[in-house]
T-cell receptor, first 115, second 115 residues
Framework: AQTVTQSQPEMSVQEAETVTLSCTYD???????LFWYKQPPSRQMILVIR??????QNATENRFSVNFQKAAKSFSLKISDSQLGDAAMYFC????????????FGQGTRLTINP | GAGVSQTPSNKVTEKGKYVELRCDPI?????LYWYRQSLGQGPEFLIY????????DSGLPNDRFFAVRPEGSVSTLKIQRTERGDSAVYLC?????????????FGPGTRLTVT
């Protein structure tokens, strides 16, 4: 079974600075998807960014980018120019490429933005 | 258009009671997922529907939990003889289809408290 580990329960960053959230995962599959989700206090999970494992290029979405290291099974999220609205819980998630559609989530990292 | 909605937003029930949690997916989405998020944890998969049928129910913890989607749209998660350990946020998500990559859109969840 696949597992996802987020070793940073909490992180904080100054507004406008850059922060990196860590995620590692374990799988025997070669093709899969990886995601970062944001969960504000409203509880609604919002997709931030995704990465297909077969793509070597790291995904980027505006201020959000990932560092995908397939051999190391590492998938970190970098947030540049942090904004107060970025404060939330962040979850790393894994999904197999074919078959089961379920997402496997990590434990989450609570990100605080200091003004 | 409207997103995924879940009712009720909060539910408090006594130990041993029966509860139903409702999920209205995005119109036209054939795939629907239920997850359970315990306090301080990431969501855990419960069950996945493709149309009216449960394609994967491997995450249901025991036979007290049951879910239906009789017309391929609205889904109801049913919990019998509730226990205090069932207290959690129950998240529902839907996606256009269950094959290939299709983003899962989440609802705001139902917070269930068993006293």
């Amino acid at each position: 079974a696949q597992t996802v580990t987020q070793s940073q329960p909490e992180m904080s960053v100054q507004e406008a600075e850059t922060v990196t959230l860590s995620c590692t995962y374990d799988t025997s599959e070669s093709d899969y998807y990886l995601f970062w989700y944001k969960q504000p206090p409203s509880r609604q999970m919002i997709l931030v960014i995704r990465q297909e494992a077969y793509k070597q290029q790291n995904a980027t979405e505006n201020r959000f980018s990932v560092n995908f290291q397939k051999a190391a099974k590492s998938f970190s999220l970098k947030i540049s120019d942090s904004q107060l609205g970025d404060a939330a819980m962040y979850f790393c998630a894994y999904r197999t490429f074919q078959g089961a559609q379920k997402l496997v989530f990590g434990q989450g990292t609570r990100l605080t933005i200091n003004p | 258009g409207a997103g995924v909605s879940q009712t009720p937003s909060n539910k408090v029930t006594e130990k041993g009671k029966y509860v139903e949690l409702r999920c209205d997916p995005i119109s036209g989405h054939t795939a629907l997922y239920w997850y359970r998020q315990s306090l301080g944890q990431g969501p855990e998969f419960l069950i996945y529907f493709q149309g009216t049928g449960a394609a994967d129910d491997s995450g249901l913890p025991n036979d007290r939990f049951f879910a239906v989607r009789p017309e391929g749209s609205v889904s109801t998660l049913k919990i019998q003889r509730t226990e205090r350990g069932d207290s959690a946020v129950y998240l529902c998500a839907s996606s256009l289809t269950g094959t290939g990559f299709n983003e899962q859109y989440f609802g705001p969840g139902t917070r269930l408290t068993v006293t």
